[in-house]
């Protein structure tokens, strides 16, 4: 089967910009996180969908960070304005299920911000 | 989430037996160890998760302490595809956001 799709793989933007990332996860999956992962460190989950509506985003920066899932398939997460400590890695991850299930995480997007 | 802690790094030569411990002991009765690995610019890899039984799988084995306090993640025989960092996670049945802490760095040396 197909594996959680994630564009782009790479950007690097200037700081103060705006910039989005698109995730397609596994067809049939319910579950959608978004991870953000700083050099050197585990993934920090940023949000949590079931469907289309948000289980848990208790660690999203909401004033500059925002993240949707049209219609409870693709997702976009967004930067606004970017700034210099959001260089990372933004993984997607899906699962089947919330309860007791395996996630399966995308490639990633590596984020530089210059 | 409980937090878990794991040695920084380890070795293992190419062939043997990998075991990573992991310390879960403040874990509740209703967390699950959770192992993820993660190689080289790749996002992570599910490996195996396990309530209080051990637990085998193609992949690995998973030996949890009868009072749950700690584990072992088990390679049987490790090769060099096996370098990554492996994570230990205690996460609820209820749901998947797990606390990923900085991981063990395994190399498998030839």
């Known amino acids: 089967e197909a594996g959680v799709a994630q564009s782009p793989r790479y950007k690097i933007i200037e700081k103060r910009q705006s910039v989005a990332f698109w995730c397609n996860p596994i067809s049939g999956h319910a579950t959608l996180y978004w991870y953000q992962q700083i050099l050197g460190q585990g993934p920090k989950l940023l949000i949590q969908f079931q469907n289309n509506g948000v289980v848990d985003d208790s660690q999203l920066p909401k004033d500059r960070f925002s993240a949707e899932r049209l219609k409870g398939v693709d997702s976009t997460l967004k930067i606004q304005p970017a700034k210099l400590e959001d260089s990372a890695v933004y993984l997607c991850a899906s699962s089947l299920e919330t309860v007791n299930t395996e996630a399966f995480f995308g490639q990633g997007t590596r984020l530089t911000v210059v | 989430d409980a937090k878990t802690t794991q040695p920084p790094s380890m070795d293992c030569a190419e062939g043997r037996a990998a075991n990573l411990p992991c310390n879960h002991s403040t874990i509740s009765g209703n967390e699950y160890v959770y192992w993820y690995r993660q190689i080289h610019s790749q996002g992570p890899q599910y490996i195996i998760h396990?309530?209080?039984n051990n637990e085998t799988n193609e992949m690995a084995s998973l030996i949890i302490t009868e009072d749950r306090k700690s584990s072992t993640l088990i390679l049987p025989h490790a090769t060099l595809r096996d370098t990554a960092v492996y994570y230990c996670?205690?996460?609820?049945?209820?749901?998947?956001?797990?606390?990923f802490g900085p991981g063990t760095r395994l190399s498998v040396l030839p």
């Open positions: 396990g309530l209080k």
């Open positions: 996670i205690a996460g609820s049945y209820y749901g998947q956001n797990f606390v």
